[in-house]
């Protein structure tokens, strides 16, 4: 099955500091990835949809200047945590959709999580 | 927008049980798809079972199946034979065909299957 990886899994940085989360799509190729948000005991909320080549959409609220992602590959997406704060402390998700022909459009395949603790 | 509304915080049951989870959802559009989320301890996200609207037949898959009524736009998840392994958060989510094609997730629920 179609498999997709979050590095690093786990991440302590200082207040102020900027911190880099990656996803990527290991057997599939992914036009679409999205990166979600969730906080102890609550849901995931979407924070931004990322397309290969162009410009990420984010979600009314997500402030683009400080969560920065590029997706510059079929296969491989970034979120950047940038002048981190103690409230960005989180859980980020990514997920990818496989577009190949034949392969059901509607599923996304979900990384296994980065768990952010700003000090 | 379309919003996803879990009713449940928390459920538990005894092991072998069965256990439903309910779910209903807000939109406008005819065409989508709705999914129900499994996320255990490890926080993986697990795809359980997906529902095309424009299929009348409850989708099944081995234990779990769903009650789908569109009209009343309603999306439950029953779980039969519960095991210990089924404990985790449960997520029911929405997804539109058109646009972007985003999944919006209800506040989940969380399930303890008890020994």
């Known amino acids: 099955g179609a498999v997709v990886s979050q590095h690093p899994s786990w991440v302590i940085c200082k207040s102020g500091t900027s911190v880099k989360i990656e996803c990527r799509s290991l057997d599939f190729q992914a036009t679409t990835m999205f990166w979600y948000r969730q906080f102890p005991k609550q849901s995931l909320m979407l924070m931004a949809t990322s397309n290969e080549g162009s410009k990420a959409t984010y979600e009314q609220g997500v402030e683009k200047d400080k969560f920065l992602i590029n997706h510059a590959s079929l296969t491989l997406s970034t979120l950047t945590v940038t002048s981190a704060h103690p409230e960005d402390s989180s859980f980020y998700i990514c997920?990818?959709?496989?577009?190949?022909?034949?392969?059901?459009?509607?599923?996304?395949?979900f990384g296994p999580g980065t768990r952010l603790t700003v000090t | 927008a379309q919003t996803v509304t879990q009713s449940q915080p928390e459920m538990s049951v005894q092991e072998a049980e069965t256990v439903t989870l309910s779910c209903t959802y807000d939109t406008s559009e005819n065409n989508y798809y709705l999914f129900w989320y499994k996320q255990p301890p490890s926080r993986q996200m697990i795809l359980v079972i997906r529902?095309?609207?424009?299929?009348?037949q409850n989708a099944t898959e081995n234990r779990f199946s769903v009650n789908f009524q569109k009209a009343a736009k309603s999306f439950s998840l029953k779980i039969s034979d519960s095991q210990l392994g089924d404990t985790a958060m449960y997520f029911c989510?929405?997804?539109?065909?058109?646009?972007?094609?985003?999944?919006?997730f209800g506040q989940g629920t969380r399930l303890t299957i008890n020994p």
């Open positions: 529902q095309e609207a424009y299929k009348q």
């Open positions: 989510a929405f997804m539109k065909l058109r646009g972007a094609q985003k999944l919006v």
């Open positions: 997920s990818a959709r496989d577009l190949t022909v034949g392969v059901v459009p509607s599923e996304q395949y």
